[in-house]
T-cell receptor
Framework: DGGITQSPKYLFRKEGQNVTLSCEQN?????MYWYRQDPGQGLRLIYY???????QKGDIAEGYSVSREKKESFPLTVTSAQKNPTAFYLC?????????????FGDGTRLSIL | KQEVTQIPAALSVPEGENLVLNCSFT??????LQWFRQDPGKGLTSLLL?????REQTSGRLNASLDKSSGRSTLYIAASQPGDSATYLC??????????FGKGTRLHILP
């Protein structure tokens, strides 16, 4: 079964701690995305990557970092610089073989502060 | 700056009715528009993708239309069922590969 796997489903962060959210896809998609969803805010783009070893900042990248060392994996680190990290984080991927392919999403990680 | 607006924010209709969800966007230079469904606490499920050169797409009881000139898309749901209750989001893809989302319409189908 092809799809996107996000882990963990729930994550708790202590003050001053960095945490890393995992996103793995077996869809052979080149492009991957991280979004943050807050109640009443819709989805906001944090980072995206169109190809391995390359990524771009989205609209709210401050306090976050990513890496794209493998095509299948796009982990997101929420650093201690992100002062309001409590949110639902969604990872997505998209095939780019021909340009207008749909996005597919994982089931999300809910991050809370202890 | 591309903005995507969905009206209404919430909608309740009796089971069996046909309904229309609206999505408007400010920049007509979008590559495609995608409609998603989101159940509480879950990720997004893709429903329909309309390319910029297309006018509509259909899947079962769902029909999505796109009018780039007016900056509008609609999602039509026929013969609504309680299982259709969810939040519906639309998203437009720009040339820089950024995908901009609306805030969604929360749909409640009354049994």
């Amino acid at each position: 079964d092809g799809g996107i796997t996000q882990s963990p489903k729930y994550l708790f962060r202590k003050e001053g701690q960095n945490v890393t959210l995992s996103c793995e896809q077996n869809l052979n998609h080149d492009a991957m995305y991280w979004y943050r969803q807050d109640p009443g805010q819709g989805l906001r783009l944090i980072y995206y990557s169109q190809i391995v070893n390359d990524f771009q900042k989205g609209d709210i990248a401050e306090g976050y970092s990513v890496s794209r060392e493998k095509k299948e994996s796009f982990p997101l680190t929420v650093t201690s610089a992100q002062k309001n990290p409590t949110a639902f984080y969604l990872c997505a991927s998209r095939g780019t073989g021909w340009s207008n392919q749909p996005q597919h999403f994982g089931d999300g990680t809910r991050l809370s502060i202890l | 700056k591309q903005e995507v607006t969905q009206i209404p924010a919430a909608l309740s209709v009796p089971e069996g009715e046909n309904l229309v969800l609206n999505c408007s966007f400010t920049d007509s230079a979008i590559y495609n528009l995608q409609w998603f469904r989101q159940d509480p606490g879950k990720g997004l499920t893709s429903l329909l993708l309309i390319q910029s050169s297309q006018r509509e797409q259909t899947s079962g009881r769902l029909n999505a239309s796109l009018d780039k000139s007016s900056g509008r898309s609609t999602l039509y749901i026929a013969a609504s069922q309680p299982g259709d209750s969810a939040t519906y989001l639309c998203a437009g893809r720009r040339g820089d590969d950024k995908i901009i989302f609306g805030k969604g319409t929360r749909l409640h189908i009354l049994p």
